[in-house]
């Protein structure tokens, strides 16, 4: 049968390939437009797996919610590059990506990829050009006394969505603004956890002496410029903190106010903000990275932990912080620094 200029220009309508492609598969299909489809298909999918090697760390964050705040899903998709990220095909696919996953829930991307709808991706990368993958997603559902909200970016590359557990179905409702807010914060601040009681031992033991290393380096180029020193904190976290820690610490700033000859009747007035003192100078791992515990951009004198609680009490109620998720694009992946002069190299030699 004779392919004609009619017939590549309807397969390429329908499937966005390049023009010369569109005639070479009609013309080995012989004219059925479907087996043509279906090759095309074929050599994209061929396409995307010579695509594997490259590095997708732009792209675009999605965010879906309920109107009845019930449910909230945020996934991420990467792409190689900013100007694919700022496609409408591929911000489409984005939106199409959350919508499927808000309304079907598959368990993880390698299931979502193995539903139908795994194939309609794969047609719309084929269509971009590029190599585009979805990375990670996550959901989290509310019931009437669970508090639910989030905030996706005005760059569309960070979006975060949480929850918290009230005490009555007023409280929750009340707390919707107030988690908004919260989700803002979360976006700004990059916690990695809910609590500093999430931190693995190990974890907080390596870091302490690392970070203890650096502020005694930072006082060696302080002391050389005659600037005042940073304090030498002995921990870094709530974890570390126990009773008997906390107990010393308070001994020791009795001992230094009698060195100081303070009236012993003033000393307690002046140790309980000593002893608050002592615990945010040694509590800086989790005001990085524990959620509850960092201080709120809104008002830096209250925890995240704290201020809900404030919210809360406002409102007649209790409410608490249970989960929270945070994307953002590209964030831990390693990108590939090309260097462009020996590449020119390698190909002249």
């Avoid at 437009?33 to 490259?54: F, N, P, V, Y």
């Avoid at 009437?144 to 905030?151: E, R, S, V």
């Avoid at 999430?198 to 050389?224: C, Q």
């Avoid at 002592?278 to 989790?286: E, G, M, P, Q, R």
Wanted: proline share 2%; with cysteine.
């Amino acid at each position: 049968m004779a392919v004609t200029a009619a017939m590549v220009k309807e397969l390429r309508q329908a499937t966005d390939a390049p023009m010369m492609d569109c005639k070479k598969v009609l013309v080995e299909a012989d004219g059925d437009m479907a087996k043509a489809t279906e090759l095309l298909k074929e050599r994209g999918i061929a396409k995307a797996a010579k695509k594997a090697d490259r590095v997708a760390a732009e792209g675009l964050a999605g965010f879906k919610i309920a109107d009845d705040f019930s449910k909230a899903t945020v996934v991420e998709i990467n792409s190689e590059t900013d100007f694919v990220a700022q496609n409408e095909g591929f911000q489409n696919l984005v939106k199409d990506t959350v919508t499927e996953i808000y309304n079907n829930q598959p368990a993880d991307v390698e299931a979502l990829m193995a539903s139908d709808f795994g194939a309609t991706f794969t047609a719309a990368v084929t269509k971009i050009g590029e190599k585009i993958e979805v990375r990670r997603f996550g959901t989290l559902t509310a019931d009437t006394t669970t508090a639910l909200n989030g905030y996706i970016h005005s760059n569309n590359r960070i979006a975060v969505v949480l929850t918290a557990k009230c005490d009555s179905e007023k409280t929750a409702e009340g707390m919707r603004s107030v988690l908004k807010q919260v989700a803002m914060h979360t976006s700004a601040m990059k916690p990695t956890t809910l609590s500093y009681k999430d931190f693995d031992a190990e974890y907080v033991a390596s870091e302490t002496v690392g970070r203890i290393e650096v502020i005694k380096k930072d006082n060696e180029e302080l002391s050389r410029l005659k600037k005042p020193l940073k304090n030498v904190p002995q921990y870094i976290s709530m974890s570390q903190l126990t009773e008997e820690v906390l107990a010393q610490a308070e001994a020791d700033i009795k001992a230094d106010l009698a060195a100081q000859g303070k009236p012993e009747k003033i000393w307690d007035k002046i140790v309980p903000g000593s002893l608050a003192r002592f615990i945010s100078d040694n509590t800086t791992l989790d005001k990085e990275q524990a959620l509850l515990d960092q201080n709120y951009v809104l008002d830096e004198k209250l925890t995240v932990a704290q201020a809900i609680d404030a919210a809360a009490k406002a409102l007649g109620g209790t409410a608490e912080i249970t989960e929270f998720i945070r994307l953002e694009v590209g964030e831990g992946i390693e990108k590939k620094e090309d260097d462009f002069a020996a590449e020119v190299a390698a190909q002249m030699s």
